[in-house]
């Protein structure tokens, strides 16, 4: 498979199977979930059972393990079949992990290393990608932005065959958060528990199988601040303080913030048409739009950035940041109170 910028793991993935292999995959970035499928499905698929026992070989790297040590198996030949793998875990945690572009820039043609490297991506100014740049594929996987996560968790269930609703949608995305890992894991309960003949998710589902209340929960209580709609915001926010453990302060705020962050980014956009604002906002669906639109006919710029000041504020004192004797109900109240006034 020949070097591309920018290229995404469906890529990588569907070049592997149709057995177009690289040498070399450096798979790196702060998104753990793709490097996963990534290096698990050249792990599957690559080789059968039977060669797998004797050319795939895992290494975990700690901080003593020895990048000669990575190196020799590389350099190893294949017994009874075309390939051998190597895929080594955790290459953080390797001390000189750039000594590793001696083997990279002569990589043998029956072996394909792979380089899991997690919590961050490496310098591309180092040895190490320079070389897989020229003979394999370098691989980047970022964070999803909060604004992309609906469309992830629509593309997932879309490749099992399974619908959901918009609603169930948006309260995964808003209750779940980023860890695909974790979205993904629920996603799978929720195919799991889906009756005989139904295949299509709804908020009934997921408050069944999830644990996330189809009333209660930071979606509703965002759109309730959207529509500045006092009496619900101060029902969900009092079901929030009886049940702590299943709606943690800190989590609501960081999704607030999230939201009123874009939708001061909203107010900026140089084309506030429809097409213009998803553009701006990266927006994959017409439906999320929506929430933004009504929030700027019923909030404006000066409140919305007094609003994430205070967010900001909140987070601080959740944190036990000039506290005082402020319960964390205390604390939400105000916030609540200071958005819809």
């Known amino acids: 498979m020949a070097a591309k910028p920018n290229i995404t793991h469906r890529e990588i993935v569907e070049a592997i199977r149709k ?23 050249i792990a599957d698929n690559v080789l059968t059972k039977d060669e797998q026992d004797f050319n795939q070989h895992i290494i ?24 051998q793998i190597v895929i080594v875990k955790e290459a953080q945690n390797l001390l000189k992990l750039d000594d590793l572009a001696i ?25 190490i990608v320079a070389a897989v740049e020229k ?13 992309m996560l609906p469309q992830f968790i629509i593309d997932y ?6 619908g959901i609703d918009d609603a169930a949608t948006q309260i995964l995305a808003e209750s779940v958060g980023s860890d695909l890992n974790r979205l993904a894991g629920e996603l799978d309960k929720l195919v799991i528990s889906l009756p005989p003949g139904i295949n299509r998710i709804n908020t009934e589902l997921v408050e069944k199988n999830i644990g996330i209340s189809k009333e209660f929960n930071v979606w509703e209580l965002r759109s309730a601040l959207i529509q ?3 009496l619900k915001a101060n029902r969900i926010i009092t079901h929030f303080e009886q049940n702590p453990k299943a709606n943690p302060p800190t989590m ?31 927006l994959r669906n017409t439906w999320q739009l929506k929430d933004y639109t009504v929030a700027m006919r019923n909030y404006n710029a000066m409140k919305t950035m007094l609003i994430i000041g205070k967010l900001r504020e ?9 506290k005082g004797n402020l319960t964390d109900a205390d604390i939400m109240q105000e916030l609540i109170y200071f958005i819809l006034h």
């Open 103 to 127: 083997y990279v820039q002569n990589p043998l043609s029956t072996t394909i290393l792979v380089i899991c490297y997690k919590n961050g991506s490496i310098d591309r100014r180092k040895k």
């Open 228 to 230: 500045r709609d006092v």
């Open 60 to 83: 975990y790297c700690t901080r003593e393990t020895s990048v000669g040590d990575i190196i020799n198996s590389a350099r190893r030949y294949p017994m009874m079949a075309k390939h």
């Open 252 to 282: 609501t705020v960081a999704a607030l913030f999230n939201f009123f962050a874009q939708l001061m980014q909203a107010f900026y956009a140089p084309d506030k048409s429809e097409q213009g604002l998803m553009k701006h906002l990266e």
């Open 314 to 322: 909140t987070d601080a004192r959740l944190k036990g940041i000039k």
């Open 157 to 162: 269930l879309r490749r099992k065959k399974v």
């Open 19 to 41: 057995q177009d292999y690289s040498p070399v995959y450096l798979l790196m970035g702060d998104e753990s979930y793709y490097i996963d499928r990534i290096s698990e499905y």
């Open 135 to 147: 003979v394999g594929i370098v691989y980047e996987s970022k964070k999803l932005k909060e604004g």
